[in-house]
């Protein structure tokens, strides 16, 4: 290929040209026919029996050897059933959008809905997930440049091997983020990264503090501008990317209440959607000034604890357009209830219980004044009978509510 082909393929792996953007062009070789319409509808049912296999079977922390063995046996013939046969269902189940589904666009949800639902166990196994399947996606983010504008061969080949590791990572038979996180995050990886990201709290700290002078704020506006287009792209995906991991892991290897787990693996659902967003963007919009600056203030805005971006995002958006308000409503419910359980005196726990559920148990509209009178009537023979025997630890009702 000339030196000019490959600068104008590379210059449309970027922005796009006349000849096309270079990400989408695997759909090139596919046609509208029966063969397609069948392969649509294998992926569909594939689809449905992973969804079925993560939701209704227990993990097995990929302990279960003989289930690797049949899953990478299962993965290979799939491979070389489908080259032999069928170039098409070949192209669509081995493709970005593919990957992009088991890798990404399935594990979010589920992601999502482990955030949604009480305990913090299904927040560490997803956690777990995101940082064997983003340590990969990271380290190997070169291979996909080079394999959109180099050699079409070898992009066939790493998307089947994206693929079949992304899918190892989260069926429950294999449970390949499990299994990474027992045998290389927790004894390789974690002791290393644990100093580093001390440091890297006070570096970010520091990092904050310069950004507030309006000084260095344009400076750094402008010396990312002049920036070529890939080192942008390269930083963005540093900053969003390099650190949560490493706190990520730090998280799943602490061992406590867990709301760590919960608060990384709610960025990863909000950045993974903003990592897709800028990717399957970039090729049409890329060009335009300060598109890669905007995807960086929003990595930011989802990052730092003093922003609380992915929280407000995650319950504000990602929530309500997931369907699942109500599910994360009864999730906070059930914290308050567990925080009860903690600062409440035994003695009062019983009548406030009865206070809470007869104010719930009210089908009709909403009447503050008559939940308080109902509070009133029965926490104040409890407070009495307190204050009576001197016993009275922890102060009134008040301050229960």
Same mark, same amino acid.
């Given at each position: 290929?000339?030196?000019?082909? %490959? ?27 029966? =063969? ?10 594939? @689809?449905?029996?992973?969804?079925? +296999? ?21 993965? @290979? ?5 489908? #080259? ?9 189940? *081995?493709?970005? &959008? ?11 949800? =589920? ?54 590791? *992304?899918?190892?990572? !989260?069926?429950?038979?294999? %449970? ?10 927790? &004894?390789?990886? +974690?002791?290393?990264?644990? &100093?580093?990201?001390? $440091? ?10 310069? *950004?507030?002078?309006?000084? #260095? ?13 890939? !080192? ?23 061992? %406590? ?16 959607? !903003? ?12 060009? !335009? ?15 730092? &604890? ?7 995002? *995650?319950? #504000? ?7 699942? $308000? ?5 999730? %906070? @419910? ?16 019983? +009548? ?23 509070? #009133? ?25």
């Amino acid at each position: 290929m000339s030196e000019t082909k %490959d600068s104008t393929t590379e210059a449309a792996v970027v922005v796009g040209t006349e000849e096309g953007p270079a990400r989408g062009s695997w759909d090139d070789d596919l046609t509208l026919g029966p =063969e397609l319409i069948l392969s649509f509808v294998g992926m569909a049912i594939m @689809a449905g029996l992973i969804v079925l +296999a993560t939701r209704k079977y227990e993990r097995t922390r990929g302990r279960v050897v003989k289930f690797q063995y049949y899953y990478f046996g299962a993965a @290979a013939a799939t491979i070389l059933v489908v #080259h032999l046969t069928s170039s098409t269902m070949e192209l669509l189940l *081995f493709s970005p &959008p593919s990957v992009a589904l088991v890798g990404c666009v399935y594990p979010i949800y =589920e992601s999502i809905r482990a955030v949604c639902t009480p305990g913090t166990a299904d927040d560490t196994s997803w956690l777990q997930y995101w940082v064997a399947q983003g340590v990969v996606a990271f380290s190997t983010e070169f291979i996909d440049d080079y394999t959109v504008v180099k050699n079409v061969a070898v992009r066939r080949i790493w998307y089947e091997v994206e693929f079949i590791y *992304f899918l190892w990572l !989260l069926l429950p038979f294999t %449970d390949g983020a499990a299994l990474t996180f027992d045998y290389i995050t927790e &004894p390789l990886l +974690a002791p290393r990264i644990k &100093p580093l990201v001390a $440091k890297m709290d006070n570096l970010i700290q520091a990092i904050i503090s310069m *950004f507030t002078n309006i000084t #260095h704020l344009w400076v750094i506006w402008i010396a990312f501008v002049l920036l070529p287009s890939f !080192l942008k792209r390269f930083i963005v995906i540093v900053v969003g990317t390099v650190y949560p991991l490493m706190s990520s892991v730090v998280a799943i290897t602490t061992k %406590d209440t867990g709301d760590d787990d919960t608060y990384w693996l709610t960025y990863w659902s909000c950045y993974g959607i !903003l990592f897709m967003l800028m990717d399957w963007s970039e090729a049409w919009i890329g060009w !335009l000034p300060g598109f890669y600056l905007f995807i960086l203030l929003c990595t930011v805005y989802l990052m730092l &604890p003093m922003f609380q971006g992915a929280e407000k995002i *995650f319950r #504000h958006v990602l929530v309500p357009l997931a369907g699942l $308000k109500e599910m994360l409503l009864l999730n %906070d @419910a059930i914290k308050v209830k567990k925080e009860m359980m903690r600062s409440v005196p035994p003695e009062r726990l019983k +009548a406030l219980r009865a206070a809470i559920s007869k104010s719930f148990a009210d089908d009709g509209e909403d009447d503050e004044d008559a939940d308080v009178a109902a509070m #009133h009537a029965l926490l104040d023979p409890i407070n009495n009978n307190i204050s009576a025997s001197g016993s009275g630890s922890g102060g009134t009702y008040q301050s229960i509510l």
